[in-house]
C-alpha cells in the first residue's frame, strides 16, 4: 500500500490586529499540504489542540514574557513559536529562559518559515539566525502599509493609539528613545500630523486600536 501523506502540522496565529493574521495566512496558504491554520473565534475559548502556535510579535511587548507564558502554560499548545523582527541577544536568552520552542525572523520566505514550523513540531527548539537581509516587500501586512507606513512605524503608532507614552514606547519595542522620536516624526509626516493628539486620532480611524486580546483567549486552562 503506498504510504500516506504526512498529515499537515495545525497552527495557531494570535495577534491582536486581525491584518496582521490575515497577511500571515495569505503568506502560508500555499503551503496548505503542510500546515494548517487554525483560525480561532475571539470571543470563544481555545477548545482544541493545536501542534504550533505562532505569536507575532506586532504591537506586543517585545520582553512581557509573562504574556508568553499564558500560551507556554496552555495544555491545547504543544509548541510556541515567537515571529517577530527584534534579535537582540538578552530577547532571545530571555524567550528560551520563558520556554518558547522557536523564535523565528519575519524576513524568512515562506517555505522557510513552514520547514521551521515542522522542525518545531518534530521537537527541535528553532532559533533564526539574526537578520541581515532586507525586509521583504509584499509578504506580510501591516495596518497603514496602504498610506505608506512601514512596518515599524505602523507599529510604534499602534502602541501610542493605545495611550502609551514615548517612554513606554521604548521599554515595549526594545527600541532607543531616540530612535523612537526618529520614527514618531517620520509616521507624523506621512499621516500629515502635527500632534500626539492628531496622530492618535487618525490612528483610531484608520484601524490602529487592537480587534482582539487573543491571548485572553489563550487564558483559560
Known sequence: MPKAAPKPVTVALVDDYDVVLSGLANM??????????????ANEPVTHDVDVV?????AQPEADHPRIR?????P???????????????????????GIDG??????????????????????????????????????????RSEGLTD???EILSLITQGKSNAEVSALTYLAPNTVKSYIRNTYRKIGAHSRTQAVLWGVRHGFVPDHDRLGDWDNR
Open 28 to 41: 502560508l496558504r500555499p503551503y496548505r499540504d503542510r500546515v494548517a491554520i487554525i483560525e480561532l473565534d
Open 54 to 58: 505562532l505569536y507575532d510579535s506586532f
Open 70 to 74: 499564558v500560551l507556554i502554560d496552555n
Open 76 to 98: 491545547r499548545a504543544r509548541r510556541v513559536v515567537i515571529y517577530t523582527w527584534n534579535f537582540q541577544p538578552e530577547l532571545i536568552e530571555a524567550a528560551r529562559g520563558v
Open 103 to 144: 523564535y523565528l525572523s519575519k524576513t524568512l520566505p515562506a517555505r522557510d518559515l513552514v520547514a521551521a514550523l515542522e522542525d518545531v513540531h518534530a521537537g527541535r527548539t528553532v532559533i533564526s539566525p539574526a537578520p541581515t537581509q532586507a525586509r521583504p516587500p509584499n509578504v506580510l501586512n501591516w495596518p497603514g
Open 152 to 154: 515599524r512605524e505602523s
